[in-house]
């Protein structure tokens, strides 16, 4: 957890009533189910993945209070789920010495993360497959499948090796 202040964020008054206006168009609360469903896809849990369509849109870091009462959820959700999210970098934290709240912001190295994430589980497989070659002899039909495998994940890791180069030239300015 960060303990400063969130970036564009001073007045907290203000900042409740531009809650209230908030307003979720039906497109945009359509994305964020989806968001939830697709991250849901991933092993993350489907709140944690509506959190993080919220955070995605958010023009600015929001407050527990206010996640929990847009996607009406709990504040118990929130929590156990932010987790989730931090871990795999998806989302921050910020508490305000202003007012001691703790606010919730998509962070602007969210999608190198998810490159980063891509390589990591690239990389289990791989020694999984290794694994799997270690013990199957070469003349089973077996390890030609996991040889296929093993060429699968090094085409795969030299491909997020290129994305990940070209996404740091085209987009260090706007993610720092």
């Known amino acids: 957890m960060k303990n400063t202040d969130p970036p564009h964020r001073t007045n907290h008054k203000a900042a409740r009533s531009r809650l209230a206006d908030l307003r979720l168009t039906p497109e945009l609360q359509r994305f964020i189910q989806h968001m ?40 118990a959700s929130i929590s156990t789920n932010y987790r989730v999210l931090a871990a ?39 020694r999984i497959i290794h694994e799997g070659l270690a013990a199957v002899p070469k003349q089973d039909i077996a390890h030609q499948r996991l040889e296929l495998a093993d060429d699968l994940s090094e085409s795969l890791l030299a491909l997020y090796r290129r994305v990940l180069e070209d996404w740091q030239v085209r987009y260090s300015r706007v993610s720092r």
């Open 36 to 75: 939830g469903g697709y991250f849901e896809g991933s092993g993350v849990p489907r709140i944690g993945g509506l959190i993080l369509g919220l955070l995605i849109i958010a023009h600015e870091p929001l407050s527990a209070e206010e996640i929990a009462s847009i996607l009406k959820i709990s504040r």
């Open 88 to 126: 795999a970098g998806l989302a921050e934290r910020f508490t305000s010495h202003a007012d001691r709240i703790t606010y919730y912001t998509f962070p602007a190295s969210a999608w190198e993360q998810i490159l980063h994430m891509g390589t990591q589980r690239t990389l289990t497989f791989k």
